[in-house]
């Protein structure tokens, strides 16, 4: 799960006290914020130095990547061959989506 990638979950609110669908977005590995759909409260999650963990967590996952791709193909060498092309065409947007998202951000508390 990378990009600034969204994803839904049921949760408490904390502003409106409903049990509600929220948007759960997250920088590459990390929980960035969630958006309670019923009244648009949204918290920021682990707001200090968000940016600094991401780019950790982001040189981490750049490190790795060589190996995870390699342990890939070697198990599932079938389904790795068949997705590795779209996958690999797809990274650079991801990258830009996450990056965007974070630097936006930042330029935002920033002001
Ligand atoms: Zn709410």
Known sequence: MTVAERRAA???CQSCG???LHEVSYAGRLL?????????HEVRHGERD???RYLLDLEHRLLTKPGRLVRRARYHPIAFARS?????????????AEL???LDDVRRRRG
């Open 32 to 40: 960035y914020k969630s958006r309670c759909t019923a009244c648009g």
């Open 84 to 96: 590795f092309p779209a996958a690999a065409a797809r990274q650079p947007a991801k990258l830009r």
């Open 18 to 20: 409903a049990e509600a």
């Open 100 to 102: 965007r998202m974070v």
């Open 10 to 12: 049921y949760l408490r």
């Open 50 to 52: 968000f940016e600094g």
